[in-house]
């Protein structure tokens, strides 16, 4: 037997360390040194041996040259959203972090797509929810399989075991959080558990070439619960996220060894799971019969996608000494940013202004061609005028009231004209490079603030 020790471990980095320190010396974050018991020296760790498993048999070192330089094998889902954003479907072998915040969507994500690989044996592993409660929302998503597994357990190596009877071919823990190995002895959760338990599923995925989805926790702050070096053991990290008061998801690659990280897959959220969005400009417009002010269109790109997207802005006398900014959806800073050069450059007195800003459909877009968008709703709401209808905006605004050029202006141009919008107003810098090109849609090109002004109201 060997003896119950512990150890002291950063909550931020997962640094192990023999005794309690103040600062990180890995991270040199302070005060995050928790300790947990371990049990260690424990030689008998050959816990999971994979040779015998699916006839899969390595060798451990091999010449370069030997390797095969074949494309890797990937299963292709029935979900265009999810095999997007992981490059190109499940690629074999492969271990794929899935985090999001409580609620959000994840079981119901990964539940209905396993449900619907009918040919492929997938096991769904939950420490969260019982038998009934994820039947009941099977149920709710409507679609049944014959080659879909539940195990509700939180033991690794009771895990292991049903994997080898089972034999599955894609492999769904929900989540890593509830996760415990019997090699580790602290609790469910712990820095030392994650990185253990990981590590385990690591190992069985790579060795029996079965991809592995892991769901996990994001705490308060928007950071994945557990050690960065979770994101480090994985090939894939996604990020699910989205407004809980709002239908739309937005799943995001933040790490993929296997493909691009500028995917992005949007989601709905209904009452028979989650739907695929694949046409979201549409419904991030809202049909509108008469015009009203305050109100732009702006063509942004989310990792490679064209979005048009609406923003709302209201601006009205304030009351109060300190005039209030309340943004939804939409950078603070960056608000008071383009008020001030509003006010620096146009002479609008926004600074007597209660000023508030909504970007529809709750979803956050991190892409800087929204500023024009924000300034034109931001000056129609201020001259109660509005912006016709069918003209969208792709435009950074800079700090001397100067339109910069953004990225990709073809591809939002050509978005907006599928759309049916009638014209577009960009950067001056952009149109250089689309002097060749046509277009049905009419592209304005304007290089000022002010100018952009004189030309709408
Ligand atoms: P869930 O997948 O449990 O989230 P997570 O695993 O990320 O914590 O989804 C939780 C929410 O989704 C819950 O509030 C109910 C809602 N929901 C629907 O709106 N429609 C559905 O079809 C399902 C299954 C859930
Ligand atoms: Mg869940």
Redesign the pocket.
Known sequence: MSKTKSAFFCQNCGFESTKWVGKCPSCSQWNTFVEEVIVKGNDKFLKDDWKEFNGVSKLKTVSINDVSSAEEKRIITTDAELNRVLGGGIVLGSIVLVA??????????F?QNGLKLQDIITLYVSG?ESEQQIKM?AD??GVSSDNFYLLTETNTQTIFSEIRKLKPQLVII??IQTLQSPFVESSPGSISQIRETAAELQRFAKETNTPVFL?GHITKDGNIAGPKILEHMVDTVLQ?EGD?HYAYRILRTLKNRFGSTSELGIYE??????RPVSNPSEILITQKEDQLSGIAIAATIEGMRPLLIETQALVTQSVYGTPQRTVSGFDLRRLQLLLAVLEKRGGFHFGVKDVFINIAGGIKVEDPSLDLAIVCALLSSYEDAAIPQLTCFAGEVGLSGEIRAVNRIEQRIAEAEKLGFEKIIVSKYNAKSLVNLKFDIEVVALGKVEEMYQYLF
């Open positions: 999001g915040e409580p609620g959000i969507g994840k079981s119901t994500l539940l969260e929302r709710r998503v929900d989540s769901i699910f809980r959220m209904t009452g028979e799971g989650m």
